[in-house]
């Protein structure tokens, strides 16, 4: 398995240009969410999704879209980047059933410069 | 509404030390918790998780975590630092039905000779 991937590892933006982060899983996970880092606040929740077509915004979603058509990809669009969004984006995903099993797998993540 | 707090930003520790990393968290229902240790550069690893059942929870590298509910805590111990902890760790409590997690701001840890 490779587990939680995420593409690309590095990208540097103009402010205003769009892009689409992406992060696939092989794990046949239910539960996939993106979020940022930031020094000093940790990470913070952007958007999750619960399953194919399903998704939801979580602390910070302003500026970002996700969709889910299946289970394997949860890409994450920027709209119109700004330097704010300068940060750290992983994504992570979990299986459902049984609760002992809520491990959540992150990606090794995508630094983020908009300038 | 759920939040986590680890109230040292930066801890020094002598190699061969003892660790403890604080965390204390707010969630009014039964929190699932979790430690994550994250190297310059890297993702986030699993450390250890509690979701109920023992108080006492054994990690990978050595760590452990004691849940405490009376002091809504869950710090992180290692009764020997190695250098290779020097790292970020963060603390986190599951919520919305797990659905997300709610993060700590994080802890540096410093290891000196």
């Known amino acids: 398995n490779a587990g939680v991937t995420q593409t690309p590892k590095f990208q540097v933006l103009k402010t205003g240009q769009s892009m689409t982060l992406q992060c696939a899983q092989d794990?046949?996970?239910?539960?996939m969410s993106w979020y940022r880092q930031d020094p000093g606040m940790g990470l913070r929740l952007i958007h999750y999704?619960?399953?194919?077509?399903?998704?939801d915004q979580g602390e910070v979603p302003n500026g970002y879209n996700v969709s889910r058509s299946t289970t394997e990809d949860f890409p994450l669009r920027l709209l119109s980047a700004a330097p704010s969004q300068t940060s750290v984006y992983f994504c992570?995903?979990?299986?459902?059933?049984?609760?002992?099993?809520?491990?959540?797998?992150f990606g090794p993540g995508t630094r983020l410069t908009v300038t | 509404a759920q939040s986590v707090t680890q109230p040292d930003i930066h801890i020094t520790v002598s190699e061969g030390a003892s660790l403890e990393l604080r965390c204390n968290y707010s969630?009014?229902?039964?929190?699932?918790l979790f430690w994550y240790v994250q190297s310059p550069g890297q993702g986030l690893q699993l450390l250890l998780k509690?979701?109920?059942?023992?108080?006492l929870v054994q990690g990978i590298k050595g760590f452990e975590a004691e849940f405490k509910r009376s002091q809504s805590s869950f710090n992180l111990r290692k009764p020997s630092v190695h250098w290779s902890d020097a790292a970020e760790y963060f603390c986190?409590?599951?919520?919305?039905?797990?659905?997300?997690?709610?993060f700590g701001t994080g802890t540096r840890l410093l290891v000196s000779p």
């Open positions: 992570a995903s979990r299986g459902s059933g049984r609760v002992s099993s809520y491990e959540q797998y």
């Open positions: 794990m046949n996970h239910e539960y």
């Open positions: 999704s619960v399953g194919a077509g399903i998704t």
């Open positions: 969630y009014g229902a039964t929190p699932y």
């Open positions: 509690y979701f109920s059942g023992d108080t």
């Open positions: 986190a409590v599951g919520a919305l039905g797990f659905q997300k997690l709610v």
